[in-house]
């Protein structure tokens, strides 16, 4: 009968190459990714100090020496902006609005947010920018309603209206106050609501 020798030192070898080739690929792919994301890193950089800076260009007075001059505007706060409603989400703990023109704006309370539908035109305030680009808006009015809020058949009773400091709810005949508490949890419509003087 003969006998199977096997030689462990050099499995022990091919095992410890093995380990220190996929080693050095896994090093490699977090120093690629590394440089990758660098560059990336930079071109947004670049792309946002583009679009935030209008440079103006030179101006040469005639009769004297031509002097180069470059100014940079840089945004003053507070400033108001329009934009219309294409969404609204609370993210990451903040009332959060997303504009047709691809802006996101954080809204500083609920109330406000609450009453933001899209489709519709607001004013706002704006207090600032925050480090992911997103705005902090204020005093939001309305401009232009076109969706306010769905008057359908199929939206349930009650409806909950906020108008001149008092809730009300409409129950499809009449409107009656009711206190805050009421309408905890519940969509609020701010406007005059249907019938509130036929008490």
């Not at 409603?85 to 947010?113: K, M, R």
Request: with cysteine; net charge negative; proline share 6%.
């Amino acid at each position: 009968m003969s006998q199977l020798v096997i030689e462990t030192d050099a499995i022990k070898r091919g095992v410890l190459y093995l380990f220190a080739i996929v080693g050095i690929v896994i090093i490699g792919c977090w120093i690629g990714m590394g440089i990758v994301d660098h560059y990336i890193s930079e071109e947004v950089q670049d792309a946002v100090a583009s679009g935030s800076a209008a440079v103006a260009a030179p101006v040469a007075v005639p009769g004297t020496a031509s002097t180069a001059t470059v100014e940079s505007t840089v945004q003053q706060y507070p400033y108001v902006i329009e934009f219309t409603v294409l969404a609204t989400t609370i993210s990451n703990g903040h009332y959060t609005v997303y504009t047709t023109a691809g802006q996101t704006l954080y809204i500083t309370d609920f109330a406000t947010w609450n009453s933001c539908y899209p489709q519709n035109t607001y004013s706002a305030t704006i207090l600032g920018t925050e480090a992911n680009g997103a705005l902090d808006a204020s005093a939001v009015n309305l401009i232009y309603r076109i969706n306010y809020p769905p008057v359908s058949y199929s939206f349930p009773y009650p409806w909950y209206y906020y108008y001149s400091g008092l809730y009300y709810r409409y129950d499809g005949v009449r409107s009656t106050q009711v206190p805050a508490t009421a309408v905890s949890g519940q969509k609020v419509i701010e406007g005059i609501p249907p019938n509130w003087n036929t008490a």
